[in-house]
């Protein structure tokens, strides 16, 4: 079992930044790759950035170059959010894979324009 909260969403104007974080704790061991995504209103779930035990990073397209991924031995996983964009508005996710996956209850980032 893996648990996974999520911490630092919150309102930001266009153009600013937040880092998220996601604490791990269990069998933090069997953790094979973690990843953040995001699900907007009206929308469906979508992957934001995954990373590997061996540092592999993957963005959205939406996301490159504006967004970073990060992890600490997997403890804990950072999304650090620059240049941010209304459409960035979502709840946030954390998930981690470790034979199934687990996600942790989402935070909200909202951006105004």
């Known amino acids: 079992q893996v648990q996974l909260v999520e911490s630092g969403g919150g309102l930001v104007q266009a153009g600013g930044s937040l880092r998220l974080s996601c604490a791990a704790s269990g069998s933090i061991s069997s953790i094979g790759a973690m990843g953040w995504y995001r699900q907007a209103p009206g929308k469906e779930r979508e992957l934001v950035a995954t990373?590997?035990?061996?540092?592999?990073t993957n963005y959205a397209d939406s996301v490159k170059g504006r967004f970073t991924i990060s992890v600490n031995n997997f403890n804990t996983m950072y999304l650090q959010m620059n240049s941010l964009k209304p459409e960035d508005t979502a709840v946030y996710y954390c998930?981690?894979?470790?034979?199934?996956?687990?996600w942790g209850q989402g935070t909200q980032v909202t951006v105004s324009s």
């Open positions: 998930a981690a894979r470790a034979g199934i996956d687990y």
């Open positions: 990373i590997t035990g061996g540092g592999v």
